[in-house]
């Protein structure tokens, strides 16, 4: 599907044109020893730096390195890689949108923040990280998607995720689907991204070159993202992977690699529930799969585009030289591997994000093999600023990670320990999950600890996870899983997460009154309710029947 039309390179023009001004610019590339990271503060005679943010949504972090890399062009996330730092283990706390938006944002672990699901975010009045620069003298602005408070998202999404351990399985997604559009001219796909990203390019140009004080810049992406599937009912479900000969182009077709998946009855049990809840244990053709897999990659690429218009803005203005830019996403895509799409996994397609810095005094051409998570945004923005960091965040700066600073400035930092953790409380999975990812293992532990099997995986062996070594290496999961409960008591978690469920459901379903048999007939999973809605209203009435405390 690659292609070389004059069109279709003008991308990678771009892309070139950006380079050769970065390797003109003093830190691009450059290895002269700049001044120490904790002398460029107010009083320092250097300006301080200008920091842009671009974050999409469902972005697989393992396109941003071999081999990942390998299937699709991604030209301007090539350029931050040559002329920044990338890392190659980082993560999602939540593998889901408002939760891990929450984490971001508030630099906590979501059983902090208590982002339950997608309609359980922080308080809109919540302190963030961009809230702290701006009272400390940065300009502060944002465009596109934010989606990290409450109150959002479809009720489908909000009651799927407290009825999880009602006694059913309902598909509540529309089979996932491709969907090619327009012609090999046609770029702006996803027009409502790229209308954010033009304003987002067209107030660096226009407005943060008059600054006189640095300034702070937020871009959110719906891309890479499914589509919304109408025929899934009420507010949609998002299966469709929609994009454009021009993208489809980008993408090596014979690259794309088909994931091995085991028989349905050899599936983790919360595995099966998932892949049920997201119409994917249905027959699927191995051009079926290439093809979702191809034009996720496509969409990616639209992505690229998008940073690429933003990093260009910088460059043509002059402000490149000066500002530290950030790619990153809120979780991963599974694209069906593990027979899903979504995300709401702790797979690596789903928990591993893309994270690259570029800019001023940050390491050129630098590949960082740590274990890293959304949460340490905060906290590497706040050093950033030379704000000072509060010590209750779950977070890390990373700037001790990222900067050329001496020796002894690296040492006297708060280091950043070697474990990531990330857990899921929300839709389509019917346990919560807990991971903890260390240097060639990931501990996945469910409910309680015991009602549900862990899974334990080397991933130095086993990329692709499909062997559970849990029992084969039990020393292994016992360390793993006491250092887990060391960091947060998981099964009270669980408990906590559960009785929330059930108190919100209750509370819904009595705010509806006569109407609550129609409503939720018709929610996203209204084909299957429909067909038994007396066996699954049952259920539910048993579930509420159960004592709260179980």
Same mark, same amino acid.
């Given at each position: 599907?690659?292609?070389?039309?004059?069109?279709?390179?003008?991308?990678?023009?771009?892309?070139?044109?950006?380079?050769?001004?970065?390797?003109? *610019?003093?830190?691009? +590339?450059?290895?002269?020893?700049?001044?120490?990271?904790?002398?460029?503060?107010?009083?320092?005679?250097?300006?301080?730096?200008?920091?842009?943010?671009?974050?999409?949504?469902?972005?697989?972090?393992?396109?941003?390195?071999?081999?990942?890399?390998?299937?699709?062009?991604?030209?301007? &996330?090539?350029?931050?890689?040559?002329?920044?730092?990338?890392?190659?283990?980082?993560?999602?706390?939540?593998?889901?949108?408002?939760?891990?938006?929450?984490?971001?944002? @508030?630099?906590?672990?979501?059983?902090? *923040?208590?982002?339950?699901?997608?309609?359980? =975010?922080?308080?809109?009045?919540?302190?963030?990280?961009?809230?702290?620069?701006?009272?400390? +003298?940065?300009?502060?602005?944002?465009?596109?998607?934010?989606?990290?408070?409450? =109150?959002? !998202?479809?009720?489908?999404?909000?009651?799927?995720?407290?009825?999880?351990?009602?006694?059913?399985?309902?598909?509540?997604?529309?089979?996932?689907?491709?969907?090619? #559009?327009?012609?090999?001219?046609?770029?702006?796909?996803?027009?409502?991204?790229?209308?954010? #990203?033009?304003?987002?390019? @067209?107030?660096?140009?226009?407005?943060?070159?008059?600054?006189?004080?640095?300034?702070?810049?937020?871009?959110?992406?719906?891309?890479?993202?499914?589509?919304?599937?109408?025929?899934?009912?009420?507010?949609?479900?998002?299966?469709?992977?929609?994009?454009?000969?021009?993208?489809?182009?980008?993408?090596?077709?014979?690259?794309?690699?088909?994931?091995?998946?085991?028989?349905?009855?050899?599936? !983790?049990?919360?595995?099966?529930?998932?892949?049920?809840?997201?119409?994917?244990?249905?027959?699927?053709?191995?051009?079926?799969?290439?093809?979702?897999?191809?034009?996720?990659?496509?969409?990616?690429?639209?992505?690229?585009?998008?940073?690429?218009?933003?990093?260009?803005?910088?460059?043509?203005?002059?402000?490149?030289?000066?500002?530290?830019?950030?790619?990153?996403?809120?979780?991963?895509?599974?694209?069906?591997? !593990?027979?899903?799409?979504?995300?709401?996994?702790?797979?690596?397609?789903?928990?591993?994000?893309?994270?690259?810095?570029?800019?001023?005094?940050?390491?050129?051409?630098?590949?960082?093999?740590?274990?890293?998570?959304?949460?340490?945004?905060?906290?590497?923005?706040?050093? &950033?600023?030379?704000?000072?960091?509060?010590?209750?965040?779950?977070?890390?700066?990373? &700037?001790?990670?990222?900067?050329?600073?001496?020796?002894?400035?690296?040492?006297?930092?708060?280091?950043?320990?070697?474990?990531?953790?990330?857990?899921?409380?929300?839709?389509?999975?019917?346990?919560?999950?807990?991971?903890?990812?260390?240097?060639?293992?990931?501990?996945?532990?469910?409910?309680?600890?015991?009602?549900?099997?862990?899974?334990?995986?080397?991933?130095?062996?086993?990329?692709?996870?499909? #062997?559970?070594?849990?029992?084969?290496?039990?020393?292994? *999961?016992?360390?793993?899983?006491?250092?887990?409960?060391?960091?947060?008591?998981?099964?009270?978690?669980?408990?906590?997460?559960?009785?929330?469920?059930?108190?919100?459901?209750?509370?819904?379903?009595?705010?509806?009154?006569?109407?609550?048999?129609?409503?939720?007939?018709?929610?996203?999973?209204?084909?299957?309710?429909?067909?038994?809605?007396?066996?699954?209203?049952?259920?539910?009435?048993?579930?509420?029947?159960?004592? *709260?405390?179980?």
């Amino acid at each position: 599907m690659r292609g070389r039309c004059g069109e279709g390179a003008r991308t990678v023009v771009l892309a070139a044109l950006v380079l050769l001004l970065l390797a003109s *610019t003093r830190w691009g +590339g450059a290895k002269a020893r700049p001044a120490a990271w904790g002398h460029l503060g107010a009083g320092s005679s250097q300006r301080a730096r200008n920091v842009v943010m671009v974050m999409c949504d469902a972005f697989d972090g393992r396109l941003t390195f071999y081999p990942g890399n390998q299937t699709v062009i991604l030209p301007f &996330i090539n350029l931050m890689k040559r002329y920044g730092t990338v890392f190659l283990n980082a993560y999602t706390n939540s593998p889901i949108c408002c939760p891990s938006r929450a984490a971001m944002w @508030s630099g906590l672990f979501t059983h902090l *923040t208590e982002s339950w699901n997608n309609f359980k =975010g922080l308080d809109p009045n919540y302190t963030t990280w961009m809230d702290l620069m701006q009272k400390h +003298g940065y300009h502060t602005q944002k465009y596109g998607k934010l989606d990290y408070t409450s =109150g959002h !998202h479809s009720v489908s999404n909000r009651v799927e995720a407290w009825t999880r351990d009602v006694d059913f399985l309902l598909r509540q997604e529309g089979r996932p689907m491709v969907n090619l #559009t327009g012609n090999k001219t046609f770029m702006r796909v996803m027009e409502e991204d790229w209308q954010n #990203t033009d304003k987002a390019a @067209s107030w660096i140009r226009k407005e943060a070159t008059s600054f006189n004080q640095p300034f702070v810049l937020y871009l959110g992406l719906n891309l890479p993202h499914p589509y919304p599937s109408p025929s899934t009912g009420e507010n949609f479900g998002s299966s469709t992977f929609l994009t454009s000969p021009y993208w489809l182009e980008k993408v090596t077709y014979e690259a794309v690699k088909i994931p091995k998946w085991p028989p349905l009855s050899d599936m !983790h049990p919360v595995d099966y529930y998932s892949s049920y809840t997201k119409n994917c244990t249905g027959q699927f053709t191995r051009k079926e799969i290439r093809d979702i897999r191809a034009f996720y990659y496509a969409m990616c690429a639209e992505t690229d585009a998008m940073l690429g218009q933003i990093i260009s803005a910088l460059s043509d203005t002059g402000l490149l030289k000066r500002t530290i830019v950030i790619f990153t996403a809120d979780h991963g895509e599974l694209a069906m591997e !593990h027979q899903q799409f979504y995300k709401m996994s702790m797979y690596e397609a789903s928990s591993h994000v893309p994270l690259l810095v570029m800019g001023p005094s940050i390491k050129a051409h630098h590949n960082l093999s740590n274990v890293v998570s959304l949460v340490d945004i905060y906290p590497t923005m706040l050093d &950033i600023a030379r704000i000072p960091i509060p010590q209750n965040l779950s977070g890390y700066s990373l &700037i001790p990670l990222l900067a050329e600073m001496a020796e002894d400035e690296v040492s006297s930092r708060r280091l950043h320990p070697p474990w990531v953790l990330s857990e899921f409380h929300g839709c389509n999975v019917n346990s919560s999950t807990y991971m903890l990812r260390t240097d060639k293992w990931k501990y996945i532990a469910y409910s309680d600890g015991h009602s549900v099997p862990s899974q334990l995986f080397d991933l130095s062996a086993d990329p692709d996870e499909l #062997t559970n070594i849990a029992t084969t290496f039990p020393e292994v *999961t016992h360390f793993l899983d006491k250092k887990l409960r060391s960091i947060v008591n998981y099964p009270r978690i669980s408990a906590s997460v559960h009785k929330y469920n059930k108190k919100q459901f209750i509370n819904w379903k009595q705010s509806l009154g006569q109407n609550y048999s129609n409503v939720i007939a018709n929610l996203r999973w209204h084909q299957d309710w429909l067909k038994e809605p007396r066996k699954y209203k049952d259920a539910i009435h048993r579930w509420l029947q159960m004592n *709260t405390n179980e």
